[in-house]
């Protein structure tokens, strides 16, 4: 009996130290990361009346309110070592409806501006952007500070359209309101990571889905896309925030 209790603890014994071997190993894995997803929103207002001289016709129909600008973001993490250095492209898209005015001209005399009529007028704007992006996240990898600051570079080409109320394209002289201009962008934001919080939930996130972390982020977000200052380009840009959330996979 004495003989059989000294073989049971043998074989119990060495589980605690299998299992202590275990938790490390859980506690240091990392997929690889290489990707970055942003998910992001913000206020808007195209400067469109910018371009205009004492007249204001993009607030004059739409309003002075901004709208929402949503942006969706994917980029490619080229190099990992003080920081992380990255390529990417964005998609966004806003939109905006107001009341337009008749044209109740007369005998070749400009029209007042001044009478709305029924059905709404909208413009649509939808920003894609080649960018360079790079952010320092050695203070969170190295010191569990979980802030991250980032800054993001790149071109940009805004393809944009105003439509009446029944859907069609609207026309300005005999020329449909539609076009695209070209510029740049700039983004400086930060990110708080939330692994921190988390952190077992953050492993065990990793380990099934290869999401290495996750963020919420504000940034300020600089587009000019008045086509280089081109006379024919169309103003859409505008310098605001932008807040969401990103992961690391």
Request: net charge negative; glycine share 12%; proline share 6%.
């Amino acid at each position: 009996m004495r003989g059989s209790i000294i073989i049971m603890l043998a074989l119990i014994a060495p589980l605690p130290a299998a299992a202590q071997e275990i938790l490390p190993e859980v506690e240091r894995y990392h997929s690889p990361q290489r990707f970055a997803l942003e998910l992001k929103l913000g206020p808007f207002i195209p400067d469109i009346d910018g371009e205009f001289s004492g007249n204001s016709p993009y607030e004059d129909i739409l309003g002075s309110d901004p709208g929402l600008m949503f942006q969706t973001e994917f980029d490619f993490q080229v190099w990992r070592g003080f920081g992380s250095i990255g390529v990417g492209g964005s998609i966004g898209y806003f939109t905006k409806g107001g009341a337009p005015f008749a044209d109740d001209s007369v005998d070749g005399a400009p029209a007042s501006g001044n009478i709305t009529v029924a059905g709404e007028t909208s413009i649509t704007l939808v920003p894609l952007s080649l960018l360079a992006v790079y952010r320092f996240d050695v203070l969170a990898q190295r010191y569990n500070i979980p802030l991250v600051p980032y800054i993001k570079l790149g071109l940009s080409y805004t393809f944009w359209f105003m439509d009446k109320g029944d859907g069609s394209i609207a026309s300005y002289e005999g020329d449909d309101a539609e076009g695209g201009s070209l510029g740049w962008q700039i983004n400086l934001g930060v990110a708080l990571l939330l692994d921190v919080f988390e952190p077992q939930s953050a492993k065990t996130l990793d380990m099934d889905l290869g999401v290495n972390h996750t963020y919420i982020f504000i940034e300020l977000y600089h587009l000019d896309a008045n086509g280089f200052s081109g006379e024919t380009a169309l103003n859409v840009g505008d310098t605001s925030f932008l807040a969401g959330l990103a992961i690391e996979f």
